[in-house]
C-alpha cells in the first residue's frame, strides 16, 4: 500500500532537484522560480540566454533559493549528455525533469522550408526525447542506489493546446506538440515499471511582455472568447508542473494537463 502524503509535505520539494530545460526565459524562468520557491534546487538550463539565466538564478537566490544554470542545446545528444552528467555530478541526485525548451515560428504549410521543418521537430519533438531518455536513465540508476533501491522521478513535458487542436502556419509546431503528447504515453509505459512518472502539460496563450503589441489581433479574439477571460501567466503552468511533480499526482502517468482558461470548451455555436 502506498502512504498518503499530508498536503503540506506533499508540495514541499526540499532536497529535491528540478531540472527546467527552456529556463532562462518566459514560461520555464516561471517554471523554475516556482519549485525554487516550493524548496527544490533548481538547475536553470538556457541554450543561447546565459545573460537571462544568470539572471534568473540570482532571483531565485536571493529569494533564498538555490539554483545554478547549465547551457546545453536540447538537440545535440552530446549537450544533453553532459547537462545531465553536470546536474548528477554536482548535486547527486535527478528528482524532477520539466522539458520546456521549445520553439514556435509561423511558416504557412506551402511555404515552410525543410530546415525549418527540421528545426521545429528537434528541439520540440526530438529534444523533449534526448532529455527524457538520459534523465530516465540518470533517475533509474542513482535510484537504485538508494536503501530500499525504490525508483523515483517525475518528468513533465511542456505541450500546447495546438498538440490536439490546430493553429494557422503552425503544421510543423502542431505536428511536434501532437508528437509530445503521444510521446508522454509512451514514455509513461515504458518507465512506470521504473516508478517514474512522465506527464504533460498543454499550455493555453500565455501573457508575456510586448505580446499585445505584437499580436493585438491574436490577444483580441482570445480575450473574447476564452471562458475563464484571460490570457495565462507563467506561474498558471509552473503550478500544473508541480501538481504533477508531486505525491498529489502519485497515480497519475501518461496524462496530459490541459492548463487553457477554458478555451478548448468553448462551443462552435
Ligand atoms: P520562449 O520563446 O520565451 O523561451 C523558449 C526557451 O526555450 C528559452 O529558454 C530558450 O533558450 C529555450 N530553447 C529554445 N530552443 C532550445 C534548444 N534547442 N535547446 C535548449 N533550449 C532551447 O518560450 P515560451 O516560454 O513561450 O514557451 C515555453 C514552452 O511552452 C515551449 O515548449 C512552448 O512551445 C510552450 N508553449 C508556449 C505557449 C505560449 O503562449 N508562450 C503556449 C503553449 C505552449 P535560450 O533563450 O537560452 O536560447
Known amino acids: 500500500?502506498?502512504?498518503t502524503p499530508s498536503l503540506t509535505s506533499a508540495l514541499d520539494f526540499s532536497g529535491k532537484l528540478c531540472l527546467v530545460t527552456g529556463g532562462s526565459r518566459g514560461i520555464g524562468a516561471g517554471i523554475a522560480r516556482r519549485f525554487a520557491e516550493a524548496g527544490a534546487s533548481?538547475?536553470?538550463?538556457y541554450f543561447r540566454g546565459e545573460t537571462a539565466a544568470q539572471e534568473v538564478v540570482a532571483r531565485i537566490r536571493a529569494a533564498g533559493g538555490q539554483a545554478q544554470a547549465i547551457q546545453a542545446d536540447v538537440t545535440r545528444p552530446a549537450d544533453v549528455d553532459r547537462m545531465i552528467m553536470?546536474?548528477?555530478?554536482?548535486?547527486g541526485r535527478l528528482d524532477?525533469?520539466?522539458n520546456n525548451a521549445g520553439i514556435y515560428p509561423v511558416s504557412g504549410l506551402l511555404e515552410v522550408s525543410d530546415a525549418e521543418w527540421e528545426q521545429v521537430l528537434a528541439a520540440n519533438l526530438t529534444g523533449t526525447h534526448f532529455c527524457t531518455q538520459r534523465a530516465a536513465r540518470a533517475m533509474v540508476?542513482?535510484?537504485?542506489?538508494?536503501?530500499g533501491n525504490q525508483s523515483s522521478g517525475s518528468i513533465v513535458n511542456i505541450s500546447s493546446i495546438e498538440g490536439t487542436s490546430t493553429g494557422l502556419a503552425h503544421s510543423h509546431y502542431s505536428a511536434a506538440k501532437a508528437g509530445v503528447e503521444h510521446y508522454t504515453r509512451s514514455a509513461a509505459l515504458e518507465?512506470?515499471?521504473?516508478?517514474?512518472r512522465v506527464n504533460a502539460v498543454a499550455p493555453g496563450l500565455i501573457d508575456r511582455p510586448g505580446l499585445a503589441e505584437a499580436w493585438p489581433e491574436g490577444v483580441r479574439s482570445w480575450q473574447e472568447r476564452v471562458p475563464l477571460a484571460r490570457l495565462g501567466t507563467d506561474e498558471d503552468i509552473a503550478d500544473a508542473c508541480i501538481f504533477l511533480a508531486s505525491p498529489l499526482a502519485r497515480w497519475i502517468t501518461g496524462a496530459t494537463l490541459t492548463v487553457d482558461g477554458g478555451?478548448?470548451?468553448v462551443p462552435a455555436f
Open 141 to 147: 540508476e542513482l535510484s537504485g542506489k538508494r536503501e
Open 1 to 3: 500500500m502506498t502512504s
Open 263 to 265: 478555451i478548448q470548451v
Open 42 to 45: 533548481v538547475v536553470v538550463s
Open 96 to 98: 524532477v525533469l520539466v
Open 86 to 91: 553536470q546536474t548528477v555530478e554536482q548535486h
Open 191 to 196: 518507465l512506470s515499471m521504473h516508478g517514474v
